[in-house]
């Protein structure tokens, strides 16, 4: 039945009985003003993020993002009401405004399809975004500020000395606007320490602690240290430095190439390989091409199974449907890192890759426990410096061996992302607290909860490829004389192999990792085979082996 308007006029279709034309007018501007607030608010973001980005802002920038999901969320509800309010005053009478319903309307679903709902989607990738790239760094240190290395209390106290002598940060440093900063020093530690530069000064802030437990010990002789430092050394999260050479189109929050491939996984990898290098990157060892084996006349124990693929089809993430855009990351991981040998250029490629494949929930978990840095742990007691180690008494690692530790790190870590073993339902949420948890209580438990621990605390497997590059590099020798590769005197065995926390720490790196990770970890550091003496889980202590190889020269030729 139709019914007539405030004029007289005969309307046909669902109408709203409100009386008094000024809560018609009250609802209509209510919706005005829901509109025209919303769209002044959501300019000024978009101004500052625009900034952001124009002045190099990029960990305020990447801060801003991970709330994404939550302003288009406010912003589509937001709009959502003022859609619902003007809809009221139409069903009221105020048919004047049709064209004001269909742009609100537009605009709403606008703000819901497009922004609101990617940016839910999205919000993993962000916050993994966020931790592959201001997670902890290595950064090169002079070796004469060793002493003034130390835990977070030794940090502050460095950052508080000398007040006179400022330090400048650099604009991604910044942590932008905010209205709860989180505690933690802002300076960068190479600053820190410059300003210690005259020796008097230095000796008066050494550290207590002698043995400088945030500093790699990685065999080398130079003038230079590798830092490790972050939040556990007292310094709030910045972005890496190396986000500077970044292709821009890698840094949007739905990241993309420039042939508009799907870039997260090189953001994720480009973000984690400016942190974690050290010193000497052009020396890691990573051999995915059979290169360095070929040349030494080694060949592998499936020779026509591609190291690559036994990386995808043994994976945990298998069948890693990713590996179809191997040969485009190599392009693009060649352009960001050419002047780089093959192996890091490999290793940089796989682990872009894996990264593309593993589900976020795994890879949020890698990322808490540090597991894409060299862990520091193993170093520390390898050279004696370890948590109640460093009696004179008690066997270290010689030079070469720690260097072999640094030089395997990468293959460790593409070993570790790829065969992650984890519980079928992990916990909500694994803080880095739990790392810390009592050891003596863990061992204490049934098998099963202990599984269970080591499942929700992996560890990367750094010392069990230390062992294969060591048998490695002298399973074969050159012989100068002959100008020829032959049969080498195999690698005897570590003074400190057989200390307890050696077979304690073997187990527990390979009870983190799913089956058939052994042999493509043997191939990428220059073995035939995975020798079956360090499968800690099955030799009861671990034993050693003894590799040695004769030359195929039909591999050499």
Same mark, same amino acid.
């Given at each position: 039945?139709?019914?007539?308007?405030?004029?007289? #006029?005969?309307?046909?279709?669902?109408?709203?009985?409100?009386?008094?034309?000024?809560?018609?007018?009250?609802?209509?501007?209510?919706?005005?003003?829901?509109?025209?607030?919303?769209?002044?608010?959501?300019?000024?973001?978009?101004?500052?993020?625009?900034?952001? !980005?124009?002045?190099?802002?990029?960990?305020?920038?990447?801060?801003?993002?991970?709330?994404?999901?939550?302003?288009?969320?406010?912003?589509?509800?937001?709009?959502?009401?003022?859609?619902?309010?003007?809809?009221?005053?139409?069903?009221?009478?105020?048919?004047?405004?049709?064209?004001?319903?269909?742009?609100?309307?537009?605009?709403?679903?606008?703000?819901?399809?497009?922004?609101?709902?990617?940016?839910?989607?999205?919000?993993?990738?962000?916050?993994?975004?966020?931790?592959?790239?201001?997670?902890?760094?290595?950064?090169?240190?002079?070796?004469?500020?060793?002493?003034?290395?130390?835990?977070?209390?030794?940090?502050?106290?460095?950052?508080?000395?000398?007040?006179?002598?400022?330090?400048?940060?650099?604009?991604?440093?910044?942590?932008?606007?905010?209205?709860?900063?989180?505690?933690?020093?802002?300076?960068?530690?190479? #600053?820190?320490?410059?300003?210690?530069?005259?020796?008097?000064?230095?000796?008066?802030?050494?550290?207590?602690? #002698?043995?400088?437990?945030?500093?790699?010990?990685?065999?080398?002789?130079?003038?230079?240290?590798?830092?490790?430092?972050?939040?556990?050394?007292?310094?709030?999260?910045?972005?890496?430095?190396?986000?500077?050479?970044?292709?821009?189109?890698?840094?949007?929050?739905?990241?993309?190439?420039?042939?508009?491939?799907?870039?997260?996984?090189?953001?994720?990898?480009?973000?984690?390989?400016?942190?974690?290098?050290?010193?000497?990157?052009?020396?890691?060892?990573?051999?995915?091409?059979?290169?360095?084996?070929?040349?030494?006349?080694?060949?592998?124990?499936?020779?026509?199974?591609?190291?690559?693929?036994?990386?995808?089809?043994?994976?945990?993430?298998?069948?890693?449907?990713?590996?179809?855009?191997?040969?485009?990351?190599?392009?693009?991981?060649?352009?960001?890192?050419?002047?780089?040998?093959?192996?890091?250029?490999?290793? #940089?490629?796989?682990?872009?890759?894996?990264?593309?494949?593993?589900?976020?929930?795994?890879?949020?978990?890698?990322?808490?426990?540090?597991?894409?840095?060299?862990?520091?742990?193993?170093?520390?007691?390898?050279?004696?410096?370890?948590?109640?180690?460093?009696?004179?008494?008690?066997?270290?690692?010689?030079? !070469?061996?720690?260097?072999?530790?640094?030089?395997?790190?990468?293959?460790?870590?593409?070993?570790?992302?790829?065969?992650?073993?984890?519980?079928?339902?992990?916990?909500?949420?694994?803080?880095?607290?739990?790392?810390?948890?009592?050891?003596?209580?863990?061992?204490?438990?049934?098998?099963?909860?202990?599984?269970?621990?080591?499942?929700?605390?992996?560890?990367?497997?750094?010392?069990?490829?230390?062992?294969?590059?060591?048998?490695?590099?002298?399973?074969?020798?050159?012989? !100068?004389?002959?100008?020829?590769?032959?049969?080498?005197?195999?690698?005897?065995?570590?003074?400190?192999?057989?200390?307890?926390?050696?077979?304690?720490?073997?187990?527990?790196?390979?009870?983190?990792?799913?089956?058939?990770?052994?042999?493509?970890?043997?191939?990428?550091?220059?073995?035939?085979?995975?020798?079956?003496?360090?499968?800690?889980?099955?030799?009861?202590?671990?034993?050693?082996?003894?590799?040695?190889?004769?030359? !195929?020269?039909?591999?050499?030729?």
């Amino acid at each position: 039945m139709a019914a007539q308007d405030d004029d007289g #006029a005969t309307t046909a279709g669902p109408q709203l009985k409100i009386a008094s034309g000024t809560g018609r007018v009250a609802l209509l501007w209510t919706s005005i003003s829901l509109a025209v607030f919303t769209s002044l608010v959501q300019g000024l973001i978009t101004t500052v993020i625009q900034i952001s !980005e124009d002045q190099g802002l990029w960990t305020f920038r990447f801060r801003l993002a991970r709330y994404e999901h939550i302003w288009w969320t406010v912003v589509s509800s937001v709009l959502s009401v003022s859609f619902v309010l003007i809809i009221l005053t139409f069903l009221a009478g105020n048919t004047q405004d049709s064209l004001g319903v269909l742009a609100l309307s537009t605009a709403t679903t606008i703000a819901i399809v497009r922004y609101a709902v990617p940016a839910w989607r999205n919000r993993a990738f962000i916050e993994n975004r966020w931790r592959a790239w201001t997670g902890p760094s290595r950064t090169s240190i002079k070796a004469s500020s060793r002493a003034l290395c130390g835990d977070a209390a030794q940090w502050k106290r460095l950052s508080q000395a000398i007040p006179e002598r400022k330090i400048v940060s650099a604009p991604s440093d910044d942590w932008g606007l905010s209205l709860f900063p989180p505690p933690g020093l802002w300076e960068d530690p190479t #600053a820190l320490l410059d300003k210690f530069a005259d020796q008097q000064d230095a000796s008066k802030y050494a550290a207590p602690d #002698a043995h400088a437990r945030c500093v790699y010990d990685d065999g080398t002789t130079t003038g230079n240290l590798s830092l490790q430092w972050g939040e556990a050394q007292g310094f709030r999260r910045r972005v890496s430095r190396a986000i500077h050479a970044m292709p821009k189109g890698l840094l949007a929050s739905r990241p993309l190439t420039v042939d508009e491939y799907n870039g997260e996984g090189l953001t994720l990898a480009l973000g984690i390989l400016g942190r974690n290098k050290g010193l000497r990157p052009h020396t890691l060892v990573f051999d995915a091409s059979d290169a360095w084996k070929t040349r030494r006349g080694i060949g592998r124990s499936q020779p026509h199974t591609r190291v690559q693929h036994a990386l995808e089809s043994g994976s945990a993430w298998a069948p890693r449907p990713s590996k179809v855009m191997r040969s485009y990351y190599a392009h693009a991981v060649d352009g960001q890192f050419g002047t780089l040998p093959d192996a890091f250029r490999d290793a #940089a490629t796989e682990l872009a890759l894996v990264l593309l494949d593993v589900p976020p929930r795994p890879l949020r978990l890698w990322l808490e426990r540090g597991l894409e840095q060299q862990d520091l742990d193993v170093n520390l007691c390898m050279s004696g410096r370890g948590r109640g180690g460093g009696s004179s008494s008690r066997a270290v690692a010689a030079s !070469e061996q720690l260097n072999q530790l640094y030089r395997a790190s990468y293959a460790s870590m593409v070993v570790s992302l790829n065969y992650l073993l984890l519980l079928q339902q992990p916990p909500a949420t694994t803080t880095a607290a739990d790392a810390d948890a009592d050891t003596k209580q863990q061992q204490q438990q049934s098998p099963h909860h202990q599984q269970q621990y080591l499942l929700l605390h992996p560890v990367r497997p750094d010392l069990t490829c230390f062992a294969l590059l060591h048998l490695a590099e002298q399973s074969v020798r050159l012989d !100068e004389k002959a100008g020829e590769w032959v049969a080498g005197p195999g690698a005897p065995m570590p003074a400190w192999w057989g200390d307890a926390w050696v077979h304690a720490r073997l187990r527990r790196e390979q009870a983190c990792l799913k089956a058939g990770w052994k042999d493509p970890a043997a191939w990428l550091l220059g073995l035939k085979s995975f020798p079956p003496e360090l499968d800690a889980l099955e030799c009861q202590p671990a034993a050693w082996p003894r590799v040695v190889y004769e030359p !195929e020269r039909g591999l050499i030729e």
